[in-house]
């Protein structure tokens, strides 16, 4: 699925948007502009689980209890304390972003099926809470709201109604299409891959989360606001847990990884419901609730036959008429202020970087890695070896912070960093790629690879909503441009990173990496699956940034790549370092070869 569409697409999606938004000046039944205002208010609350949900992958049944929060609030300020019903606006914002922010510090840490069932629990105690308080109404709500004016003119007619929320909906979409096609957009895409690798790429991750999810409150609020005032009345019905569960399947069935699936899941599934209340009745009669049973059986149905939504299988069919463009671009020159951009600085030549002081990791009774020491200067290249099960990427991770080491020292140009979690470790000057490929299948190379430039970028959430971070965009992903093309793959720059061989997606691993302007790199097996060619070309480019100062430690089983191209070798078999040397006297070495049972000739 590809979440920013393209260039010609991009013009189908708002021709799209602006036939809706001239629709209730053509002469329509008034039906039809109430649907419409539902359709919109729905989008709009699906949206915020497009964001959270479907790129940041975490799932939320609770968006409709936000959703009346934002409507509770203007409905109480506007009716009992008489303000005006523009400000219930900010104030339900305000309300809704404080309970976002506090909820999402508690669950979204949560992983598993443990996040859903927390977002199940307190929706059901909002809901709860709607209907118990007395302020509030109870389950009789809140009526007599007033309608929305503006220098005086009524708001209340459903075809002004329209207009505004329709203008909100394009605006939030608006904001969302700019915040994902920039840094922390980025950051976002990279929270569903877990914490592993956006972490190593100095991404808050526990920070992007509570994010999204009060960016999806936020949203949801706006919808709550503007319902309350077409409505004119609030009451707790529409805001428990199966308006919930609704919204949820608008975002799924429109494509819960595109923007504009949020609008047409929402279309579809409004209509639908609304088709199916009055035909059912005529077809098996008014004694039961039939169009539960259809409905959820048509969505069932749907996600069998198009798992990634109906969004997908239209932008596919638009293709085939206009044939489809690159939207992240970088540019073709160095944009201005790129050469000022900090680099960091290379250590003296020869001077350790790496100290590795009786390094062990234990899980439980298994002892991973016990008592490692080695170290790594400047400008060096040394191979980690050993057998499969030897240790050596629970080395990498105790390196680069992804596990904590049991006891033991791991010092980086003096510093001790095995007590730092692997964000701090990068932006000391560790960049690293992963045994098992961490990618975004469906973002391009170019997209991926500018990852590795979030420590590069200062641009906060809200200056990338409204553009105001177009230049050091520009600068972010001239950068990660210029690795790609430095590690030969210019040509895939604008292709799905899914679609590439695995060989080519570790190279562009790499490339990520350097674009977090490294003094040691450390690769995990960065041979695996390359041709001969792309070997020879990945043994220049590391010995090119050997020359530049640059240090690399490397896993590899390709014994004639790891011994033309170090100049140490350590090798590990059950957790313990059981050789170090030069790679004429590993090969000579008889407890290497004895571990590797003749495997080295």
């Known amino acids: 699925m590809r979440l920013l569409a393209s260039l010609s697409t991009k013009k189908l999606q708002w021709l799209l948007f602006a036939w809706f938004f001239l629709f209730p000046f053509l002469p329509v039944p008034s039906f039809w502009i109430t649907l419409g205002n539902y359709i919109g208010l729905y989008a709009i609350a699906a949206l915020g689980l497009v964001l959270l949900t479907g790129v940041g992958g975490l799932t939320s049944f609770g968006q409709a209890a936000f959703v009346g929060l934002g409507a509770y609030t203007t409905a109480y300020l506007s009716t009992t304390l008489g303000w005006s019903p523009w400000l219930g606006l900010p104030m339900g914002l305000l309300v809704s972003g404080a309970a976002a922010l506090a909820i999402g510090a508690m669950t979204v840490r949560l992983s598993g099926h443990y996040l859903p069932l927390a977002t199940i629990a307190w929706s059901l105690s909002l809901y709860y809470l709607f209907g118990t308080l007395e302020f509030l109404g109870k389950y009789d709500g809140i009526s007599g709201i007033p309608p929305l004016t503006v220098l005086g003119v009524d708001l209340s007619s459903p075809r002004v109604m329209y207009g505004l929320i329709w203008f909100c909906l394009g605006g939030c979409v608006w904001l969302v299409l700019n915040l994902l096609n920039s840094r922390p957009g980025r950051a976002i895409h990279a929270l569903a891959k877990g914490k592993t ?281 001239y950068l990660a441009a210029e690795q790609i093309k430095r590690v030969g793959l210019e040509e895939f720059m604008h292709t799905p990173a899914g679609s590439l061989a695995l060989g080519q997606q570790r190279i562009l691993e790499i490339a990520r990496a350097l674009c977090t302007d490294p003094v040691l790199l450390l690769l995990d097996e960065p041979a695996a699956g390359l041709r001969l060619k792309e070997k020879q070309a990945l043994s220049t480019l590391l010995q090119q940034l050997k020359a530049e100062g640059m240090s690399v430690l490397l896993v590899e089983h390709d014994m004639d790549f790891v011994m033309g191209i170090t100049d140490r070798l350590v090798v590990m078999e059950f957790g313990s370092k059981i050789a170090e040397g030069l790679p004429t006297e590993i090969q000579n070495n008889e407890a290497v070869l004895a571990a590797y049972l003749g495997g080295i000739e």
Request: glycine residues 12%; hydrophobic residues 45%; neutral net charge.
């Open 197 to 477: 690798m956006p972490e190593a790429m100095g991404i808050h991750t526990a920070q992007y989360k509570v994010l999204v999810f009060v960016l999806a409150a936020l949203m949801a609020s706006l919808s709550g606001w503007l319902y309350a005032h077409l409505q004119r009345s609030v009451s707790a019905t529409p805001f428990g847990l199966n308006m919930g569960i609704e919204y949820l399947f608008m975002a799924v069935v429109g494509g819960v990884g595109h923007v504009w699936g949020a609008i047409l899941g929402a279309g579809l599934l409004t209509g639908l419901k609304s088709q199916l209340q009055d035909w059912l009745p005529l077809l098996l009669g008014s004694n039961g609730n039939y169009e539960m049973l259809f409905f959820g059986l048509m969505v069932v149905l749907l996600l069998h036959h198009a798992r990634d939504g109906i969004w997908p299988r239209v932008t596919a069919l638009w293709a085939h008429v206009h044939p489809p463009e690159p939207e992240v671009v970088a540019p073709e020159i160095a944009p201005e202020g790129y050469s000022d951009m900090p680099r960091r600085a290379k250590p003296t030549p020869g001077s350790i970087i790496l100290e590795v002081n009786e390094a062990r990791k234990q899980f439980g009774g298994l002892v991973a890695v016990k008592d490692m020491q080695f170290d790594l200067r400047a400008g060096e290249i040394v191979g980690l070896i050993g057998p499969n099960g030897a240790g050596k990427s629970t080395m990498f991770n105790l390196v680069t912070g992804v596990l904590p080491v049991t006891s033991g020292e791991i010092r980086f140009c003096g510093q001790r960093i095995d007590t730092l979690d692997s964000r701090r470790i990068v932006q000391r000057g560790i960049g690293r790629s992963f045994q098992h490929v961490h990618l975004i299948p469906h973002l391009s190379v170019l997209e991926n690879v500018a990852m590795g430039t979030h420590l590069r970028g200062h641009t906060d959430p809200v200056r990338a909503a409204l553009r105001l971070d177009r230049v050091e965009e520009a600068r972010l992903l």
